[in-house]
């Protein structure tokens, strides 16, 4: 196990370099703006496909074939990918933070930030959480065009819940939302983690 | 005990089936799975390693069920697939970083010195190798861990003769210690030849034979003859025959032969040839 999450490391740090820079460009954006969340909130979003795509680099190199002749377990080889997707949603959540108690300072106000910070731990499990099941059931191609469903989905549903920057505050100051949703998401994140792990035991390599 | 032990082993796909395989690998000994691209030899080997999931059957691995408890049995066991499938990006210094927490009896000692007794650069990227350096970085990972058995999936095809050689020598150095063995399967049966104890042909999804390599040699004859002298020989001691306008050649088995019909000693090439061209 130790060996999988050293080989997730050395992968991260080859190939998540552009979607840190990217989310780097994001968060400067965002600080300079006034008013939209959207450059704050959506490295988030972005961070999670981080997992996806290491899983389309192990399929092009024959690593899931090969890292399960490693004395290893699939359960074992799913968690790797399980405890990569939450190390990241941790350290984007933590930038996230940053970035928003800098936008904060700048703009002179005082917003709380205990709910929406938990709110937005929260949400940067979602993307792992919905799209590595069908990653590891169907491979990262298809799993990839679930992702962008996903998005889609959620996108879709923001214009309902009247999410614009005039309300946020409102939804700042709901510290109960921030409450519920962390405890929730990580109740799907554990439901998705032993989906995949069940997934990926009936998948032939 | 035998290092493999498969029964009545089948899986099928469409358009494809393995059928009730049959094979036994003692330990201490190299046996040669033999056939042709598609034959099922993969199919086999990804089976042993539970990478797919069979129909029926059983397999056992150094004695154990390779359903319970598998991750035990395969710190025991080195495999280099058909496609080494090291992250491309990575090197041979971190692959050995990687392995040196994966296996419990990960030796970095015996890793460097395969390292530099292939040629093989420690801090190039495994996506700028060439297909024989990846083999050769696939199989020194796969010998450096102490396993008692060692499963090679075409591993020496892409091999210039040389390293080919070399990696010979390897693995009849691996098996002096009585209890390691190897399953190899190829179709540069010379190699094989050369090498193995056991051999298997498969055919179509179906062993054919496995036997002692020298009991093969034994108990089969390479004939040249005229189309006469090949009717007299009784057509169930043929294995296979080829026909010419002016001659027949043919593979049977020695001690049916009538007295007169000359003969040499057959390679398991001939051998493996005439009966796949027979049974098709």
């Not at chain 1, 190199?61 to 290893?72: A, E, H, Q, V």
């Not at chain 1, 709110?119 to 191609?141: D, N, Q, Y």
């Not at chain 1, 939302?177 to 994140?189: D, Q, R, T, V």
């Amino acid at each position: 196990m130790k060996g999988l999450l050293l080989k997730e490391w050395y992968m991260m740090l080859r190939h998540a370099k552009g979607y840190l820079l990217v989310c780097l460009v994001f968060f400067t954006i965002s600080i300079f703006s006034e008013g939209d969340t959207f450059f704050e909130a959506y490295p988030l979003v972005l961070a999670g496909m981080i997992p996806i795509t290491l899983i389309s680099y192990d399929e092009r190199s024959g690593w899931i074939s090969f890292g399960n002749i490693l004395p290893c377990s699939r359960k074992q080889f799913v968690s790797a990918k399980y405890i990569l997707a939450i190390i990241i949603a941790v350290f984007m959540t933590a930038c996230t933070l940053i970035v928003h108690i800098i936008r904060i300072y700048s703009a002179g106000g005082g917003v709380q930030l205990g709910a929406g910070v938990i709110a937005g731990a929260a949400f940067s499990l979602m993307p792992p959480s919905f799209v590595l099941p069908a990653v590891f059931k169907l491979g990262s191609e298809k799993g990839r065009l679930a992702y962008i469903v996903v998005i889609a989905v959620v996108c879709a549903c923001i214009p309902f819940l009247n999410m614009t920057s005039e309300n946020y505050t409102v939804y700042a100051d709901m510290s109960a939302i921030g409450f519920i949703a962390l405890p929730l998401s990580l109740l799907i994140f554990a439901a998705s983690w032993l989906l995949s792990v069940r997934f990926f035991e009936k998948r032939e390599l | 005990m035998n290092a493999l032990e498969i029964k009545g082993l089948c899986k099928s796909y469409t358009g494809f089936e393995l059928n009730d395989i049959e094979l036994t690998l003692p330990a201490g000994y190299i046996l040669g799975l033999i056939g042709e691209n598609g034959a099922g030899k993969s199919t086999i080997i990804k089976l042993i390693m539970d990478l797919i999931r069979r129909d029926s059957g059983s397999i056992f691995v150094l004695g154990r069920d390779n359903r319970e408890k598998f991750s035990l049995t395969k710190e025991d066991v080195g495999v280099v697939l058909d496609k080494v499938g090291f992250p491309e990006s990575l090197n041979a210094k971190q692959i050995n970083n990687i392995m040196k927490l994966t296996y419990k009896n990960w030796d970095e000692r015996e890793f460097s010195s395969y390292i530099e007794r292939f040629d093989i650069p420690l801090s190039k990227k495994f996506m700028e190798y060439s297909q024989g350096m990846r083999m050769k970085l696939g199989i020194a990972a796969a010998l450096s861990h102490k396993p008692k058995l060692l499963i090679l999936d075409e591993a020496t095809n892409g091999l210039d003769p040389v390293v080919r050689d070399d990696v010979n020598g390897i693995l009849n150095e691996f098996t002096r210690d009585e209890t390691h063995s190897v399953l190899i399967s190829s179709h540069i049966v010379s190699d094989l030849e050369k090498l193995c104890d056991y051999i298997a042909f498969i055919h179509k999804g179906r062993i054919m034979l496995c036997e002692e390599k020298d009991r093969l040699l034994e108990e089969f004859a390479f004939i040249q003859c005229s189309k006469e002298e090949l009717e007299r020989i009784p057509q169930s001691a043929l294995r296979g025959v080829k026909r010419s306008v002016y001659n027949a050649e043919a593979v049977a088995e020695r001690s049916a032969l009538p007295k007169g019909i000359r003969s040499r000693p057959v390679t398991i090439e001939e051998l493996f040839v005439f009966m796949v061209k027979e049974s098709a």
